[in-house]
C-alpha cells in the first residue's frame, strides 16, 4: 500500500468523521424519526452532503444539494416545518461557503507551487481537516445554544431565523452561481455568509434570555398564586380554630339539653366548614394550587364544575406549560359564565390525563351566553380592555405548538370547548 492510499484512507475517515459531527448538530435543530433506518439514512446522507464538492459556477451539485437537504429534514424528522426548514436555513449555507472556500484556497495554494507531490498529499489531507476542526469548533461552541434552541424556541422565532438566514442563503448560491473568473473575487462574500449565519446562532442566545425571562415571570406568577391560595387556607384554619371552643360548647349544650338532632345537624354543617379547601388534583403542588384557585374561584361564582384529572404519569410536559394551559382556558371558561344570569346553566368541565400511550389530552368545556367573533381566525373577546383580546387562547396555542401538539376550538350557542392533544407526554 502506497503513501496516497494511506492518505486517501485517512480523509475518508475524517469526512465520516465531520458528517459525524454535522448529524448531531442537525439534530439539535429538529428531532429525527426512530429506528435505525432512518438514522442511517440521515447519517449517510449529512456525510455526503457535507463533504460535497462546490466548484465555481456549479449549478448541478449547489441545487441538488439544497433539494437533497431540504427533502431529508422534511422526511426523516419530525416537529415544526418551521424548526425543520431553520436547520437548512442556518446550516447549507455553513456547508457550502465552507466547501467552496476550502477547496478553492487549497486549489489557489498548489496551483501557486506548481503542484508538486508533496502538495499534493498536504491539501489531500488539509482538506477534510479544516472541514472537520471549523465542524469541531461550532458543535463545541454552540452545542449549549443548539441545545435550547429546540427546548425553547416557537413558531415564532423559527421563523424570524429563517428569514434571517435566507438571505445568507440566497446570497452564497447565487454568488457561486456567477463566480467571476478570478474565484479569489468570490471569498469575502463566501466568509460573510458563513460569518453571518455563525452570528444568528449566536444571537440565539438573546432569544433564549427573552424566552427563559418570560418562563420565570409566569412561574413566579404561579408561585404568588400558590401562596396566596395557601394563605388564604392557613387564615381560614385559624378562623375555625378560634371559634373551636364555642363550636364544642353549642354542641355539648345540644346534646345535653337533648337535642341530638339538632347536634347532628349542627356537626354535619361544621364537618362541612371543616373539609380542606384545598383539594388534591395531582401531584405537582403548583399546578395543583392552580387548580384549586379555578376550582375555588368557580365555587365562589356559584358555577357547577366538574373536574377529572389524571396526570400522575405526565413526564414531557413542564409544569409552567400546564399551568399556562389551565390559567388561561379556565380564565376565559369562568369569565364567560359569570356572564349567564340564571346561576343554574353555569358549568365548566374539566378532563385532563395521561394515555396508557404518552398521549395528554385535555378537554374544557364551559357554557356561555355571549357571541363568539372571530377576526383573521383568531378569537375576539368583548372585554373593555383591547390589548389584551384573545392573549389567552394564544398563549395556550404556543404551548401546545412547543411541543407538537393540536388544538381545536369548538362552539355552540351554548358552549364553548378547548380540546388539546400532545403526543408522547
Known amino acids: 500500500m502506497n ?35 432512518w438514522s442511517a439514512v ?23 444539494d439544497l433539494i437533497w437537504f431540504i427533502l431529508l429534514m422534511l422526511t426523516a424528522f419530525r416537529g415544526s416545518v418551521w424548526q425543520r426548514l431553520a436547520a437548512v436555513a442556518v446550516l447549507y449555507p455553513l456547508v457550502i461557503s465552507q466547501n467552496f472556500l476550502v477547496l478553492d484556497m487549497l486549489g ?24 472537520l476542526l471549523i465542524w469541531y469548533g461550532i458543535y ?24 434571517v438566514c435566507l438571505a445568507s442563503l440566497v446570497s452564497i448560491t447565487t454568488c457561486i452561481y456567477c463566480t467571476p473568473a478570478k474565484t479569489w473575487q468570490m471569498w469575502p462574500a463566501a466568509f460573510a455568509c458563513f460569518a453571518a449565519n455563525l452570528g444568528c446562532i449566536a444571537l440565539a442566545e438573546y432569544f433564549i434570555v427573552s424566552v427563559r425571562q418570560n418562563m420565570e ?5 404561579l408561585q404568588r398564586s400558590y401562596y396566596e391560595e395557601l394563605g388564604q387556607n392557613q ?21 345535653v339539653s337533648g337535642n341530638q338532632e339538632e347536634a347532628q345537624q349542627y356537626m354535619r354543617e361544621l364537618e362541612k366548614q371543616m373539609t380542606a379547601r384545598t383539594r388534591v388534583f395531582c401531584k405537582n403542588s403548583i399546578i395543583n394550587a392552580v387548580l384549586n384557585a379555578k376550582y375555588n374561584l368557580m365555587e365562589e361564582h356559584k358555577i357547577d364544575r366538574f373536574f377529572h384529572i389524571d396526570l400522575d404519569k405526565l413526564m414531557g410536559i413542564d409544569a409552567i406549560s400546564l399551568c399556562c394551559l389551565f390559567s388561561n382556558t379556565l380564565d376565559n371558561a369562568i369569565e364567560a359564565s359569570m356572564k349567564i344570569p340564571d346561576v343554574r346553566q353555569r358549568h365548566v368541565s374539566v378532563k385532563a390525563r395521561v394515555a396508557e400511550n404518552g398521549y395528554f389530552t385535555c378537554e374544557i368545556t364551559n357554557a356561555k351566553n355571549n357571541a363568539v367573533t372571530e377576526q383573521k381566525g383568531r378569537l375576539i373577546s368583548d372585554k373593555e380592555d ?10 395556550v396555542r404556543e404551548m401546545v405548538e412547543k411541543y ?11 358552549r364553548f370547548t378547548v380540546t388539546v392533544l400532545i403526543g408522547n407526554a
Open 235 to 255: 387564615a381560614e384554619i385559624r378562623r375555625f380554630r378560634h371559634d373551636m371552643n364555642n363550636h364544642l360548647s353549642t354542641i355539648r349544650f345540644l346534646f
Open 108 to 131: 489557489h495554494f498548489g496551483k501557486g507551487l506548481g503542484w508538486p507531490k508533496a502538495v499534493d498529499i498536504a491539501c489531500t489531507i488539509a482538506d477534510p481537516m479544516l472541514h
Open 386 to 395: 383591547g390589548t389584551i383580546h384573545g392573549l389567552g387562547l394564544s398563549n
Open 3 to 37: 503513501v496516497m492510499s494511506v492518505i486517501t484512507y485517512i480523509s475518508y475517515l475524517l469526512n465520516f468523521m465531520q458528517g459525524f459531527l454535522l448529524y448531531r448538530i442537525i439534530s439539535y435543530f429538529a428531532r429525527q424519526r426512530e429506528g435505525k433506518i
Open 42 to 64: 440521515v447519517y449517510l446522507s449529512v456525510t455526503i452532503l457535507s463533504n460535497i464538492i462546490i466548484f465555481p459556477n456549479d449549478l448541478f451539485n449547489v441545487t441538488m
Open 140 to 163: 463545541r461552541y454552540f452545542e449549549k445554544r443548539l441545545r435550547q434552541m429546540d427546548q425553547l424556541f416557537d413558531d415564532r422565532i423559527w421563523i424570524v431565523m429563517d428569514g
Open 217 to 221: 415571570r409566569k412561574n413566579l406568577m
Open 404 to 414: 407538537h401538539g393540536t388544538m381545536d376550538i369548538s362552539y355552540t350557542e351554548d
